[in-house]
């Protein structure tokens, strides 16, 4: 791993403040794609490896070292959480979150647990152990937004589509509403014990929120994803929104508190940064389809995105959603080398 100056590029970038390499990581980088990954996961349910504190460690530390990357982020779930507080939740192999009952009613809001902080023990051990280990390489803590863990809390199983989400969203405000000042809370928790320990940045995954129109957003969204960035504003780490589908969202998602608005593959960075009055550092946004296609496409579209990210005051490298579990590793081994052969536009 390369050791790091007083300011890592990733940090600087996220501050809008000039860089000496292009910083690069990948959403979803630990994990199924890496080989040393699966044999390490060997025998071990998912959500006890993110549980078990030098197991999550040594995960999160394994794309550093194979591909250099400028960040690790910590290995977890963003259901975690929701299981620490008590709630009946699993990671099904092939299929992802599964709740052993859906929480669809006001009653069901009313019977979810309390979060002990001394549940996140683990979290918080987990952290510091891949600290340790990362040497100065800066480790990015992230959590589910409101909107994006209520939607599986709701729906019991993943489903794109929504439906229940849908349902409750517009049949019983009253109840979504409290429903996501509950989930609020939890990740603010879960985000703050990452930073106690710590991360020196944060990452609000709001995944699926790109199917709201910005109307529904505002009403039915921001003020809890607000409330997440307010509770952990006095940290003073740059905080990382992101989504997927989100064009109609982007001001409003930067609105709710953001530092750094994390863009998908449906838009150029360009673009999203006019959007945003081409005042705030962006990351992403390579299509992730791209790591399966040819060389000369992937490293055309490479370039292209870092020429688009200088709109923008900074911009991390990144993927527009998460590495695909068949991506050949050596394919994001060789991009990181590529992006950080990209000359930046400030001389060091
Ligand atoms: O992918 C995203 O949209 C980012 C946000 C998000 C995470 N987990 C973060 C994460 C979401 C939406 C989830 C839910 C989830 N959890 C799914 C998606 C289900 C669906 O709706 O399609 C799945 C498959 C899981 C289970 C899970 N999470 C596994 C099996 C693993 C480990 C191995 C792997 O497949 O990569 C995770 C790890 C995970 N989920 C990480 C993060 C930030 C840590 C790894 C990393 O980012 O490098």
Redesign the pocket.
């Known amino acids: 791993m390369t050791a790091v100056g007083t300011t890592a590029p990733l940090l600087a970038a996220y501050r809008g403040e000039p860089v000496t390499r292009h910083p690069v990581w ?8 890496l080989p040393e ?1 699966r044999r390490l996961r060997e025998g071990t349910a ?1 959500l006890d490896a993110c549980l078990t504190p030098e197991l999550a460690a040594e995960i999160t530390v394994q ?1 550093v070292r194979r591909h250099d990357v400028d960040a690790a ?7 975690i959480p929701l299981r620490l507080a008590g709630v009946d939740v699993d ?1 099904v ?1 092939g ?3 599964v709740l052993g009952s859906p929480v669809r009613t006001a009653a069901d809001v009313d019977r979810l647990p309390h979060l002990d902080p001394a549940a996140l023990a683990p979290v918080r051990e987990g952290v510091a152990a891949a600290v340790s280990l990362l040497g100065g390489v800066p480790l990015i803590g ?1 959590a ?1 937004a409101p909107f ?1 863990l209520a939607s ?1 809390l709701v729906e019991g199983r ?1 489903n ?1 589509e929504l439906p229940a989400t849908s349902a409750l969203l517009a049949t019983d405000p009253a109840t979504w509403h409290r429903l996501l000042a509950w989930v609020a809370d939890l990740t603010a928790a879960f985000l703050r014990a990452q930073a106690d320990a710590g991360a020196q940045a944060l990452q609000l ?1 709001d ?2 929120v790109g199917r709201l129109s910005p109307e529904a957003y505002a009403t039915a969204v921001q003020p809890h994803s607000a409330a997440v960035f307010a509770a952990v504003a006095d940290l003073g780490l740059p905080r990382v929104h992101f989504g ?1 589908a989100t064009r109609q969202l982007l001001p409003a998602m930067l609105a709710a508190g953001a530092d750094v608005v994390g863009v998908a593959s449906d838009i150029g960075l360009d673009e999203a940064s006019a959007l945003l009055g081409n005042r705030v550092p962006l990351q992403g946004n390579l299509d992730p389809a791209l790591l399966s296609a040819d060389w000369a496409s992937l490293e055309a579209a490479t370039r292209d995105i870092l020429r688009r990210g200088e709109a923008a005051p900074g911009h991390v490298f990144n993927l527009g ?3 695909p ?1 068949d991506t050949d590793p050596s394919v994001l081994t060789r991009l990181v080398e590529l992006v950080h052969s990209i000359p930046t536009r400030q001389v060091d």
């Open positions: 990948f959403m979803r980088q630990a994990g199924r794609s990954y998912m794309p982020i910590f290995f977890s779930d963003i259901v990671i192999p299929v992802g979150p992230f589910g994006t599986y993943p794109r995954f995944s699926w997927t959603h998460g590495v579990p």
